[in-house]
């Protein structure tokens, strides 16, 4: 069984950085495209970045553009999803999720989650 285990959430400040990291297992990493979500409180869960099965292409929500940068290494099992630029708008719980191997950006078409992880951006 897939499992995915978010770290790297924490308080910082506007203009601050932030580095998530997502450790997967019980499967072949190699074979999921990797995606990042968030969720503000009493809001839906938004598409952040998501990065394809051998990491050549990347894409992002036209929010995040420019701050963060969502990278893999397939050998480790791990994604990253680099925060720069950090403002309050950014505060949500983050979430790691894995698609069946496509890229998307809806939700509904990623297989597996993890539990999340809360970053919070003081103003």
């Known amino acids: 069984q897939v499992q995915l285990v978010e770290s790297g959430g924490g308080l910082v400040q506007a203009g601050g950085s932030l580095r998530l990291s997502c450790a997967f297992s019980?499967?072949?990493?190699?074979?999921?495209?990797m995606g990042w979500f968030r969720q503000a409180p009493g809001k839906e869960r938004d598409f952040v970045a998501v990065?394809?099965?051998?990491?050549?292409?990347?894409y992002y929500a036209d929010s995040v553009k420019g701050r963060f940068t969502i990278s893999r290494d397939n050998a480790k099992n791990t994604v990253d999803l680099q925060m720069n630029s950090l403002k309050p708008e950014d505060t949500a719980v983050y979430y790691c999720?894995?698609?069946?191997?496509?890229?998307?950006?809806?939700?509904?078409?990623?297989?597996?989650w993890g539990q999340g992880t809360q970053v919070t951006v003081s103003a």
């Open positions: 990065i394809q099965r051998g990491g050549g292409n990347t």
């Open positions: 999720a894995a698609s069946g191997g496509f890229v998307y950006t809806a939700a509904q078409m990623y297989r597996y």
């Open positions: 019980g499967g072949t990493f190699s074979s999921y495209a």
